[in-house]
T-cell receptor, first 115, second 110 residues
Framework: DTAVSQTPKYLVTQMGNDKSIKCEQNLGHDTMYWYKQDSKKFLKIMFSYNNKELIINETVPNRFSPKSPDKAHLNLHINSLELGDSAVYFC??????????????FGPGTRLTVT | RKEVEQDPGPFNVPEGATVAFNCTYSNSASQSFFWYRQDCRKEPKLLMSVYSSGNEDGRFTAQLNRASQYISLLIRDSKLSDSATYLCVVNEPGNTPLVFGKGTRLSVIA
């Protein structure tokens, strides 16, 4: 019954490696997001997809590449991991409305530690 | 620069107390406002939306002051389970992302 799920929940890896995080939502939402929450707890948008189309791409290193195979899935691939990439990555989804008033549902987060 | 500012706290209050948080936003064109709650090592969850006329949900009351560009959250009769970080969130027109404040940490003490 999980609405937004992410895998893995924890990821510990070495600098320079490439890793992927997966996200799935079963809410029937059109829009999905990736957020990064750093050690100072600041939650910042990275990407947003609407119906598999990239609509928001904030200033993020091009080592980060999102992929949406269908509107229920949004994966995040990270190349050449750096120490500064250590953070909690949250996936979220929302119904896509022309009006700006909508709620976002967050996944449980992936805690990435780069050593 | 779009910003949402909150006092990080922590606010340490006894059970049963009333506590209020404020949040200011910089973009006067902002259209939608929310309070999210984030428990330690968990994901943020919507607590309540903030309507222009103010709104109440049980012990929680949210207010919006567009002229002064601030939002408030009032919690009455605090419970231990209210301990969490409260995130002020603002949405701006168009396909723009939600802007999250850094959160205000609340600890309710027995």
């Amino acid at each position: 019954d999980t609405a937004v799920s992410q895998t893995p929940k924890y990821l510990v890896t070495q600098m320079g490696n490439d890793k992927s995080i997966k996200c799935e939502q079963n809410l029937g939402h059109d829009t999905m997001y990736w957020y990064k929450q750093d050690s100072k707890k600041f939650l910042k948008i990275m990407f947003s997809y609407n119906n598999k189309e990239l609509i928001i791409n904030e200033t993020v290193p091009n080592r980060f590449s999102p992929k949406s195979p269908d509107k229920a899935h949004l994966n995040l691939h990270i190349n050449s991991l750096e120490l500064g990439d250590s953070a909690v990555y949250f996936c979220a989804s929302s119904p896509y409305l022309r009006e700006s008033f909508y709620e976002q549902y967050f996944g449980p987060g992936t805690r990435l530690t780069v050593t | 620069r779009k910003e949402v500012e909150q006092d990080p706290g922590p606010f340490n209050v006894p059970e049963g107390a009333t506590v209020a948080f404020n949040c200011t936003y910089s973009n006067s064109a902002s259209q939608s406002f929310f309070w999210y709650r984030q428990d330690c090592r968990k994901e943020p969850k919507l607590l309540m939306s903030v309507y222009s006329s103010g709104n109440e949900d049980g012990r929680f009351t949210a207010q919006l002051n567009r002229a002064s560009q601030y939002i408030s959250l009032l919690i009455r009769d605090s419970k231990l389970s209210d301990s969490a970080t409260y995130l002020c969130v603002v949405n701006e027109p168009g396909n723009t992302p939600l802007v999250f404040g850094k959160g205000t940490r609340l600890s309710v003490i027995a």
